[in-house]
């Protein structure tokens, strides 16, 4: 019964149209503002329940006005601001940094600079497995044209950032960078 | 309440394990219908916060399926719900509005979700319970889950319940069962063996022994049974030997009687003799007496029949016999003849009893008594008045009575030349008073001793002397006048003399 269960719902499914306008980075945005709700800062990140949540961009722009769309205009009682970074270096007060494809040659150096940061690193670089060995915590991957992410835990955690654990469940994999 | 009496004639064993069961049956069943009471006032609060406490559970973790689109995942999850069986149909909804994820609990027929979540919040409809909630993570909507729950966990419960209720109805009868083999062996069957051995013992059979086999009641009871049983025995025992020893005093106390009523009727029978003898006596007395007053009646006749036939050889010696001398005398002398035949005739007559009670006149019964007497006493200076006023005429026997009366005449008589009275006169009264004839004998002989003036009815009592009175004049007169006439005899003593009185 369980499986006559299944079908109906993969039907249903069938019939809904998936994503048909989103596209890749609309999606990237939203999987953004999401990850803020299911990891938590240390108190001294985000002092105050007004204390502001900084996004950060380094390199290139891809997301447009999405970014902000999606992220609104709060992340639980902390009022959002976004960055856009020409330089790694620059990203002081960010609480998530997104380090965009413009940086791929650069990425060991960027992620050295913001090694020692709280910050939530999250890339769509083509390695992801290489970007997660030099500190990247959450890396973007497509699964068809599905996008999905890949959880570096171990950094994150290094980070004093803490991890939803049914985050975890949803995450592709919460080993990135480790076993290949 | 024919049920009722009927049940009144059940067996001890019987009415005990009605009771018990019964009680075990009401408990039950008191029990059963609080707890399906409770069930369904309460399963509608209680599936609200099951329905509850499981959604939040799926919002929480299915929270990041949803917001990374990862429908599979939030499948697994909606898979947990197998593990809450009141769940019918579960499903999350993206934020626009699409089916997420869904679930259907298998083995039952049942709706799927609806294609739109509806507002949220907890509803019941029928017997049913949807609940519509959102998800959402720092404030931040992520979806929606819808839930609808129904009452089949709760009529499965009261399922298990019922078999339950079920297994244990059984297992009472089984026990009640073995209860009731228990209580028959227990109660009712030493019970039965004291009732037959109460039969056998009111049949008469105090030898028997019922076995104490325990120290209950029952024990105790055929404990008491036995003691009674020999207590019975001993005192029937007791009671069969007071009963011959009784038996034997009252065979000795009958032949005593008898030996005693014989003796008695031999006495009675001695004393008739005797009595019969007296009888004669006093008969051949009063002959005698008749003879003396014929012989004194006779005496002037005689004298004057002599003295005719003498004038008759006299005037023939001496030539003065003339034939009217002769006519003369022979006829004086038939008149005196005559005369004293008569007197022959009355004493006969006096002396013959009557056969049957006739009515007579006490006057002349009086007046024939004193002639015959007359002579005799006047003889002995012993005059006679006699006083009536009317004559009675009375049912009875009148030579009896007329016996009576010579007996007191005697009597009188022989008292005053006892004591040698002169001037003794005899007064005999006659008058009615009360309807009845009362005659007195009054004499002035001086009257009876006082002190056996109670004794003088009594047979065989004298004052004479030795051969001259029987004791049975006065006793016969006695008997006579109150025995055969239904009458009275008394005495008293009047100024200077005894007064018999006689009411007839």
């Given at each position: 019964m369980r499986r006559v269960a299944v079908v109906i719902i993969l039907l249903l499914l069938g019939y809904t149209p998936v994503h048909a306008e989103?596209?890749?980075?609309?999606?990237?945005?939203?999987?953004?503002?999401?990850?803020?709700l299911f990891i938590d800062w240390p108190p001294a990140a985000l002092p105050t329940a007004d204390s502001p949540f900084v996004a950060c961009v380094v390199g290139e722009d891809p997301f447009g006005s999405w970014l902000k769309h999606e992220l609104g205009e709060r992340v639980g009682s902390h009022p959002v601001k976004i960055r856009y970074l020409k330089k790694a270096e620059a990203a002081q007060e960010c609480h998530m940094i997104f380090i965009s494809r413009s940086e791929q040659g650069r990425l060991k150096q960027v992620l050295a600079s913001l090694e020692n940061k709280v910050a939530l690193t999250v890339s769509d670089a083509r390695d992801i497995s290489y970007f997660c060995r030099h500190g990247g915590m959450i890396g973007f991957v497509m699964e068809g044209r599905k996008v999905r992410f890949n959880l570096n835990a171990e950094a994150a955690a290094k980070a004093g950032l803490k991890i939803d654990s049914k985050l975890k469940r949803v995450s592709g994999s919460t080993l990135c960078g480790e076993g290949r | 309440m024919p049920a009722f009496r009927r049940a009144h004639n059940w067996p001890i064993q019987r009415k005990l394990l009605l009771i018990i069961l019964s009680t075990i049956v009401v408990s039950l069943v008191l029990a059963m219908a609080g707890i399906f009471t409770y069930e369904l006032v309460t399963y509608r609060d209680r599936l609200a916060q099951e329905v509850t406490e499981v959604g939040g559970f799926i919002m929480a973790n299915s929270a990041p399926t949803l917001a990374f689109d990862d429908a599979q995942t939030a499948q697994e999850i909606l898979l947990t719900l197998s593990g809450s069986p009141s769940v019918a149909v579960a499903a999350l909804y993206t934020m626009d509005g699409r089916v997420f994820a869904s679930y259907i609990r298998s083995g039952q027929p049942t709706i799927a979700p609806p294609p739109m979540p509806g507002p949220t919040g907890t509803r019941f409809t029928g017997r049913q319970l949807e609940q519509v909630r959102t998800v959402h993570k720092k404030g931040h909507r992520l979806g929606t889950l819808y839930l609808r729950a129904d009452t089949a966990t709760v009529y499965a419960r009261l399922a298990g319940y019922a078999g339950i209720l079920l297994a244990v109805s059984l297992a009472i009868g089984g026990g009640a069962f073995l209860l009731q083999r228990l209580l028959k062996r227990l109660i009712s069957e030493p019970l039965l063996r004291l009732s037959s051995m109460a039969e056998s013992i009111a049949g008469g059979d105090l030898t028997t022994h019922v076995p104490v086999e325990s120290a209950d009641e029952i024990g105790q009871l055929a404990a008491a049974f036995n003691h009674m049983s020999q207590e019975l025995a001993h005192s029937y025992a007791q009671l069969e030997m007071r009963v011959q020893e009784r038996t034997e005093k009252l065979t000795r106390a009958l032949q005593e009687l008898h030996s005693e009523t014989e003796e008695r009727i031999r006495a009675v029978e001695e004393l008739r003799k005797r009595e019969q003898l007296l009888i004669q006596q006093s008969r051949l007395a009063a002959m005698g007496e008749m003879l003396a007053n014929i012989s004194h009646q006779w005496r002037q006749p005689l004298n004057v029949l002599g003295l005719k036939v003498q004038e008759l050889g006299l005037s023939?010696?001496?030539?003065?016999?003339?034939?009217?001398?002769?006519?003369?005398?022979?006829?004086?002398?038939?008149?005196?003849?005559?005369?004293m035949s008569q007197t022959i005739t009355d004493f006969q007559d006096y002396l013959t009893p009557n056969k049957e009670k006739t009515e007579f006149s006490v006057d002349q019964v009086i007046a024939r008594?004193?002639?015959?007497?007359?002579?005799?006493?006047?003889?002995q200076n012993i005059r006679i008045d006699i006083r009536s006023t009317g004559d009675q005429q009375i049912m009875g026997f009148p030579n009896e009575y007329g016996q009576v009366l010579l007996n007191l005449f005697m009597n009188a008589r022989d008292a005053f030349i006892e004591r040698g009275v002169r001037d003794a006169r005899i007064t005999v009264q006659s008058w009615s008073e009360n309807g009845k004839a009362v005659t007195t004998i009054t004499d002035n002989a001086g009257g009876v001793r006082e002190e056996i003036l109670d004794n003088i009815f009594d047979a065989y009592?004298?004052?004479k002397e030795l051969g001259k009175g029987t004791?049975?004049?006065?006793?016969?007169?006695?008997?006579i006048i109150e025995q055969n006439m239904g009458g009275l005899l008394s005495v008293r003593n009047v100024n200077g003399g005894a007064e018999f009185r006689i009411e007839v």
């Open positions: 989103a596209t890749e980075y609309q999606v990237k945005a939203a999987m953004l503002a999401h990850f803020a | 023939y010696k001496y030539g003065s016999l003339s034939e009217d001398l002769l006519d003369d005398n022979i006829a004086k002398a038939m008149e005196i003849i005559q005369h008594t004193v002639s015959l007497i007359k002579e005799n006493f006047k003889n009592f004298t004052t004791g049975v004049g006065l006793f016969m007169s006695k008997n």
